[in-house]
């Protein structure tokens, strides 16, 4: 049986997971609309893997018989002044998600829930390539700067959206 403390946190993270699906169709949309279809691309796929660290943590919670709930999102629009801006956002929040599994991996190795501390490991690995992969599209943008042409070279190459081994 699952701790009070511990299904309020799985519960926290679950809705984080959702808001951060969010985020990123969201700023899928921004980059359509700015006409870089391989970012668009990419965050649209970003979207739904964020949607099954979701549905993890709901099969998780299920699996313990936990009655938990959805919160509404409330995120504003994504508006920016340029891709860079975007993978920065992207990058920061995902430091932040990081940040957020830490502290609940900690709190379930402090509650000796040793379940939910296994359980955590693989979004403790996931957060890393996470991060690794964010701040190396930023630094690929922060290096070509705002040159039209530079930025569509990038966004047209597949090789700039892929996780790094």
């Known amino acids: 049986m699952l701790q ?91 430091c932040c998600n990081t940040k957020k599994i830490n502290e609940l991996v900690w709190i379930a190795m402090d509650l000796k829930d040793a379940s939910t501390f296994h359980f955590l490991q693989w979004y403790v690995a996931e957060q890393r390539e996470e991060e690794k992969l964010f701040k190396s599209i930023r630094d690929k943008l922060k290096l070509i700067g705002e040159s039209n042409l530079d930025l569509l070279q990038v966004d047209q190459n597949p090789k700039t959206y892929v996780k790094p081994s």
Not at 14 to 43: H, I, K, V
Not at 60 to 72: A, E, P, R
Request: proline residues 1%; charged residues 25%.
């Open 4 to 94: 009070d403390k511990i299904k309020e946190l799985l519960t926290e993270q679950l809705n984080l997971e959702f808001s951060s699906a969010n985020l990123y169709l969201q700023m899928s949309a921004w980059c359509c609309r700015q006409g870089f279809d391989g970012a668009a691309s990419f965050l649209k796929a970003h979207f739904q893997e964020e949607i099954q660290h979701m549905q993890r943590l709901v099969d998780y919670l299920n699996d313990h018989d936990v009655s938990f709930t959805i919160k509404d999102i409330t995120v504003a629009p994504v508006e920016s002044k340029s891709l860079a801006e975007i993978f920065e956002q992207a990058y920061q929040h995902e």
